[in-house]
């Protein structure tokens, strides 16, 4: 199945600093490193097309309650609801998704009132209403008799799911969960997703929610490691939005270059990842520097303090 409309993925990440006077930076739990880091916690949403390319939309920088005024704190739930407004304000198609952490009641019943789709992962230990009665996610998935389980393919691993109509305390819509378990003997589900399109089949649900890894995870990754996300340590908090912004920027343009039938006129050959694309940036501005160093000694005849100067000075 083909998606037309693009996927939409809210995630946050902590983008770490040397510098504890940075505006709105503090001591945030790193659960990849397990330990606690000086960083700023931004929410991003980033835009999957269908083609598979994906671009970052806006972002969110969390501020401590401490360090806000009175009756302006925003919490990360409120965040994301504006960048979900912020979204369809500017008419981006597409379907959100996001991971167990935005599943809360009041993200879900704001998105539905918005009158979109969305996909998101569901604790287990989240409380459903199952034969009547609110329990565990896991207990219900103990409940599932083996024949009611069927199978589906990510990839080439096989899961087995279980696929129902629910409700959950709060939201304020019914909602189709989708139980997943690795093998069909199993008791304990592995993996829970949540929609609030009841008709939507599971490849159709897996389809949304795996561009949360594509929209998200990567530009986390790539800002950080390729485009210096976290290498601003300017003290005020505009500066940090703009480098924000410029990264975001320059990710765009990269990604726009990337897949193309031909390479880019910049380029030696096609590109496929981001890391390729600053390679080659590099490589071409550093041959474009060499051209006009040698162009200026012979044909312009300057002098080395000349051009070292222009070069100290740009």
């Not at 691993?157 to 409700?167: A, G, H, M």
């Not at 399109?197 to 649900?205: A, D, F, K, S």
Request: with cysteine; hydrophobic share 40%; charged share 25%.
């Amino acid at each position: 199945m083909t998606l037309v409309r693009g996927v939409i993925a809210i995630d946050n990440t902590l983008v770490t600093h040397e510098g504890k006077l940075i505006e709105d930076v503090g001591w945030c739990w790193d659960h990849a490193d397990q330990r606690h880091v000086i960083a700023h916690d931004y929410v991003i949403s980033n835009y999957v097309c269908p083609s598979g390319a994906h671009y970052p939309i806006e972002w969110r920088r969390f501020q401590k309650r401490d360090a806000c005024a009175e009756d302006a704190f925003k919490d990360h739930t409120l965040l994301c609801m504006e960048l979900i407004d912020e979204a369809i304000t500017r008419a981006i198609p597409g379907d959100f998704t996001f991971d167990s952490y935005f599943t809360s009641a009041k993200i879900l019943n704001h998105i539905q009132s918005k009158q979109r789709a969305y996909v998101g992962d569901l604790k287990l230990n989240r409380k459903v209403v199952y034969t009547g009665r609110e329990q565990k996610l896991q207990e219900v998935a103990r409940q599932i008799p083996w024949e009611a389980k069927k199978p589906v393919r990510m990839g080439s691993t096989r899961y087995w799911y279980f696929s129902k109509q629910l409700r959950i305390p709060d939201v304020n819509h019914p909602v189709r969960v989708l139980l997943f378990w690795r093998e069909r003997d199993d008791q304990e589900a592995r993996k829970a997703l949540v929609s609030n399109r009841l008709g939507w089949e599971v490849i159709r649900m897996i389809l949304v929610y795996r561009h949360r890894w594509t929209g998200t995870e990567t530009f986390h990754r790539d800002g950080k490691q390729q485009l210096g996300l976290g290498d601003c340590q300017v003290r005020s908090g505009e500066g940090q939005t703009r480098h924000g912004y410029l990264v975001s920027a320059a990710y765009s343009l990269l990604m726009r270059s990337l897949q193309q039938s031909r390479a880019q006129d910049w380029a030696r050959r096609t590109l496929t990842t981001i890391g390729e694309a600053c390679r080659a940036v590099k490589a071409e501005t550093l041959e474009r520097m060499i051209d006009w160093i040698v162009d200026k000694l012979t044909v312009d005849h300057w002098s080395i303090t000349d051009i070292k100067a222009v070069l100290a000075y740009s």
